[in-house]
């Protein structure tokens, strides 16, 4: 009898820790990744934003308001600096991994479970959006086991094995397999699994598909989305799939939803030293948290933000010779590095070779040099030389970065307009700085304190009682 009464009492318990449980979770998770977003890439962009202002007119971005803000320890289990792919394991599935892994264990033994499949199985919906392919390290962590991130056609299959409701990025890297020519086209594997793949809004738009989404840019090459500051109003951007992704789950969703969307391209600009893209990125970010705190104010407690990234990128350092930061001097960048690499291409390959007129010209144009901003004979002398080197005697090499190869007078030019902007670059990869993390909504002050990047899937797979 005492012992039916002890089991009815843990029972009762039980169920008591289960109903409290689940009034303190949060019903609706967003996980923004800023991919390479330190606190320096944030506070430069805010400078921009109060100096310039956004494209939309605002002058503050939105996150660093957020009333929880701490740093995050970015190591992995083999380096003091990460890769993104043992980030994206350690924020997605609360371990530790070694670089180059992805969601396995460091000895590449086992697969490791994300929180988002394991919310999944809880009968939330997933969102997996990134400006970058669905099948790159940052995603990549939430769904695949593998172990090496380069293996992308079996990162796209545990895509398709994943179940999860909505996939938007730049497409996949690898839909047919290189090694192994006889495995199905990735494309027909989702077909499979029950996905619909859509190419650009107004294909998605038209749709009534609505379970099962893949959302990609009409171009099929593209291994990204095109820089914010690069695209025409008819591209797919950032803000376009999480407002799709968003707007899907309002309506399709029954117990709850966890979104991640990844600024992938704040790291690819990082890499390449362009600062001008790298603030542009960073604004673009901004305005796809802007749509989920628009969800948060009229879901208050039952919504929780996280915005935080997986590592620094490239050391940036604000200040290089006095006291002043002239990070302003940016809006007069009107193209990326790429870009202008494209279009400096296109004229080497044209008939006529430009002159350095021209040239100053076309720089003129596109970075304000000699015009907003003012530039020294001694610097008109290097970018001369850059010029003559590989316009007029072909010699130079491209600049090769982790996701570019640039023209080199590209290159050179936007160096000097981010030394006149202020900006300091000491990598072209990545560094062991601590990451910002900002937080807002249900539980969020969960996360104050200095943090691990093992607490994010971590803390939360707390709340939900999940092993
Ligand atoms: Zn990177």
Redesign the pocket.
């Known amino acids: 009898m005492k012992k039916l009464l002890r089991l009815s009492l843990l029972g009762l318990l039980l169920l008591c820790s289960v109903v409290v449980n689940g009034a303190q979770v949060p019903k609706y998770i967003f996980l923004f990744i800023g991919?390479?977003m330190g606190f320096n890439h944030v506070e430069a962009t805010q400078i921009y934003a109060e100096k310039v202002g956004t494209d939309t007119g605002e002058r503050s971005l939105l996150f660093p308001t957020f009333p929880v803000m701490t740093q995050v320890c970015t190591r992995s289990a083999s380096h003091l600096i990460t890769?993104?792919s043992a980030a994206a394991t350690a924020l997605a599935t609360g371990e530790k991994t070694t670089n180059y892994v992805i969601g396995m264990d460091a000895e590449k033994n086992h697969g490791l479970k994300s929180l988002a499949r394991q919310l999944k199985d809880k009968g939330y919906k997933i969102g997996i959006i990134t400006s970058a392919s669905i099948d790159h390290a940052t995603p990549g962590g939430f769904y695949a086991s593998q172990p090496d991130r380069s293996m992308y056609y079996e990162i796209g299959v545990d895509a398709a094995n994943s179940g999860f409701d909505f996939f938007g990025g730049a497409g996949l890297l690898e839909p047919r397999s290189k090694r192994n020519p006889s495995a199905p086209c990735l494309y027909d594997l989702f077909n499979q699994k029950g996905y619909t793949m859509f190419r650009g809004m107004d294909a998605y738009n038209r749709a009534t598909a609505k379970d099962k989404i893949l959302l990609f840019p009409t171009d099929t090459v593209s291994k990204s989305l095109k820089y914010a500051m690069d695209r025409s109003a008819k591209d797919l951007s950032l803000p376009d799939l999480t407002k799709a992704c968003l707007a899907n789950f309002q309506e399709t969703e029954k117990k709850g939803f966890f979104m991640m969307v990844e600024g992938g391209k704040i790291?690819w600009a990082?890499?390449a030293h362009d600062g001008g893209a790298v603030v542009k990125e960073t604004i673009d970010f901004d305005q796809c948290i802007r749509l989920a705190y628009d969800f948060y104010k009229n879901h208050p407690n039952e919504t929780l933000i996280l915005v935080t990234a997986d590592?620094e990128?490239g050391g940036l350092g604000l200040g290089n010779s006095d006291m002043n930061l002239n990070i302003d001097l940016l809006q007069y960048q009107k193209c990326s590095q790429e870009a202008l690499t494209a279009a400096m291409r296109e004229m080497k390959s044209g008939k006529m070779i430009p002159s350095w007129e021209d040239m100053k010209a076309f720089l003129k144009k596109n970075l304000g040099f000699w015009e907003q901003i003012k530039i020294t004979p001694r610097e008109e002398l290097e970018l001369l030389v850059c010029y003559e080197e590989s316009f007029l005697k072909k010699k130079s090499k491209d600049v090769v970065s982790?996701y570019a190869k640039d023209e080199p007078l590209a290159v050179a030019a936007i160096a000097l307009l981010d030394k006149k902007a202020s900006l300091g670059w000491t990598t072209k990869?990545?560094t062991g700085a601590p990451v910002p993390l900002y937080a807002i909504g249900k539980q969020a002050v969960l996360y104050s304190g200095r943090r691990d990047n093992t607490d994010m899937a971590n803390v939360l797979r707390k709340l939900f009682l999940i092993k």
Do not use: F, K, R, V
């Open positions: 991919d390479g890769c993104s790291d990082a890499h590592h990128t982790l990869t990545h």
